[in-house]
């Protein structure tokens, strides 16, 4: 049996075939995996639960698998290669990441012009905010701003979602309207935009760090935020006395993915538009995940005596028009902050004409 394998492998290299691992006993050839071309570092400070993982894991067997190996994706979940936003978006930039996805409030620091996802009300449901990402203007307008106050070094690459939607949960009592609002102190990030927002639907922001916000619960601290409602199950808020939620969707929570650009622009097209079509991939992953996600958080919160209360299409239009001051302050206090509002308003406004024509001829 020895000879017989030995002779199979000379004939193997007889006839120009690479042989490049085999057991000890010459057993089955192992074909050598051939190194790729391109290795990508992609970072995302979260967990394997969360919908960040979903996405980079999509990214990651779309592209390799579509590259024929010639693009290799590493992935680092936590904080192994950067902690926050400002140090994870240098990385991007000196070229010591290729992948990270931030917040909007994470990038705020350096492209403040991206808590334009922030602003309230202005994308009306899913279909709208996938519409609106999905097709490209908006992001793109973002794209250019970013990688001109970079120096070329830092590209957005899509936006996706992190979470579901922002709603109002509070302590205190059912909110139905602004008028509920007045007086609650809501707990924000440090930030312009979400402390205006809360001051102009006649609430008290005061901002605390994420890891203190259960214990703020507790002591009366704080008597609401504004977050999606996987955070709140997650973080085990009920346990600290958050009982109430409004669905109000004031803000879909935007996930911005971004690229280092020297890396981008340094692959031949044919890959460029592999890692393109990848984080086309890697959105609808994301866009999909929060909300499965998000059925049994709802779950356990009514199970645990949690109130969800639903505004009516009159309440959400008064909450809408209670935080129009807040366009005008972002339009005037923020660098770019008219481009980008023009952009996505434009851009809701052309899908709600898509997204409601093709309705008006499915109902019939």
């Avoid at 579509?66 to 992935?75: D, F, H, P, R, W």
């Avoid at 991206?114 to 203007?137: C, F, H, K, N, T």
């Avoid at 990688?147 to 957005?156: C, E, N, Q």
């Avoid at 890692?275 to 499965?292: I, Y």
Wanted: with cysteine; proline share 4%; net charge negative.
């Amino acid at each position: 049996m020895l000879l017989k394998k030995t002779a199979t492998l000379l004939g193997a290299f007889a006839l120009g075939l690479t042989v490049t691992a085999m057991s000890p006993v010459f057993g089955d050839l192992v074909p050598a995996a051939e190194a790729a071309d391109y290795k990508l570092r992609a970072t995302a400070n979260s967990n394997e639960n969360d919908e960040d993982y979903d996405g980079l894991i999509v990214f990651k067997d779309y592209v390799e698998k579509a590259s024929n190996g010639a693009i290799e994706v590493e992935l680092f979940i936590g904080t192994q290669l950067c902690s926050n936003g400002a140090e994870c978006l240098q990385g991007i930039a000196d070229g010591s990441i290729d992948i990270y996805i931030s917040t909007s409030g994470g990038a705020s620091g350096i492209f403040p012009y991206v808590q334009v996802l922030d602003l309230p009300y202005l994308l009306r449901d899913d279909r709208i905010a996938e519409e609106v990402l999905s097709e490209g203007s908006f992001t793109r307008t973002l794209r250019d701003l970013a990688l001109a106050d970079s120096g070329d070094k830092i590209r957005l690459m899509t936006i996706g979602n992190t979470g579901g939607w922002r709603n109002f949960a509070n302590t205190k009592k059912r909110v139905q309207n602004p008028a509920d609002m007045d007086g609650l102190k809501i707990r924000t990030v440090v930030a312009d935009l979400p402390q205006e927002l809360v001051k102009a639907l006649g609430a008290s922001p005061t901002p605390i760090p994420w890891p203190e916000l259960f214990t703020s619960f507790q002591t009366g601290v704080v008597e609401g935020s504004k977050n999606g409602i996987t955070d709140i199950m997650g973080m085990k808020f009920p346990d600290a006395g958050l009982k109430f939620v409004t669905l109000d969707g004031h803000a879909y929570m935007g996930a911005l993915w971004w690229m280092g650009n020297d890396q981008f622009m340094s692959m031949p097209e044919d890959m460029r538009r592999v890692v393109v079509d990848g984080f086309a991939a890697l959105q609808q992953a994301t866009f999909a995940s929060p909300k499965r996600k998000s059925i049994q958080a709802y779950a356990d919160f009514t199970a645990e005596g949690g109130d969800l209360y639903v505004p009516t299409p009159e309440e959400k239009a008064a909450f809408k028009e209670a935080a129009a001051p807040v366009y005008e302050w972002f339009k005037t206090n923020i660098a770019n902050g008219e481009v980008a509002f023009t952009a996505l308003t434009d851009a809701a406004a052309g899908a709600e004409a898509k997204i409601d024509g093709g309705a008006a001829m499915d109902i019939k």
